[in-house]
């Protein structure tokens, strides 16, 4: 079992940047890829960052590749995603997620075990 708690939103202006941080419990953090998702109001939980396991690569969604950041420190159990030059169309709930098992990238919820809380990033204008 794995729990994950997401910290770091907040209110930003456009142009701004914010640090979102997500602290997992589990002996075996290292071997789950992680992902981060959002959703906003009134629309379907969209995929923006994933990183594997084995080697730490990286994938984005179109809608954020050149402005966020995902990466991980195993030892510390933790998964970032910094997120620079911030829109108002970023502002949404950010959720952390996991994924036990598999080296790939992966891209929906479906293929996730585990979820945070989430945390709202508002992008004011």
């Known amino acids: 079992q794995v729990q994950l708690v997401e910290s770091g939103g907040g209110l930003v202006q456009a142009g701004g940047s914010l640090r979102l941080s997500c602290a997992a419990s589990?002996?075996?953090?290292?071997?789950?890829?992680m992902g981060w998702f959002r959703q906003a109001p009134g629309k379907e939980r969209e995929f923006v960052a994933t990183?594997?396991?084995?080697?730490?690569?990286?994938d984005y969604a179109d809608s954020v590749k050149g402005r966020f950041t995902i990466s991980r420190d195993n030892a510390k159990n933790t998964v970032s995603l910094q997120m620079n030059s911030l829109k108002p169309e970023d502002t949404a709930v950010y959720y952390c997620?996991?994924?036990?098992?598999?080296?790939?990238?992966?891209?929906?919820?479906?293929?996730?075990?585990?979820w945070g809380e989430g945390t709202q990033v508002t992008v004011s204008s």
């Open positions: 589990g002996r075996t953090f290292s071997r789950y890829a």
């Open positions: 997620a996991a994924r036990s098992r598999g080296v790939g990238y992966y891209y929906t919820t479906l293929d996730y075990d585990y």
């Open positions: 990183i594997t396991w084995s080697r730490g690569n990286t």
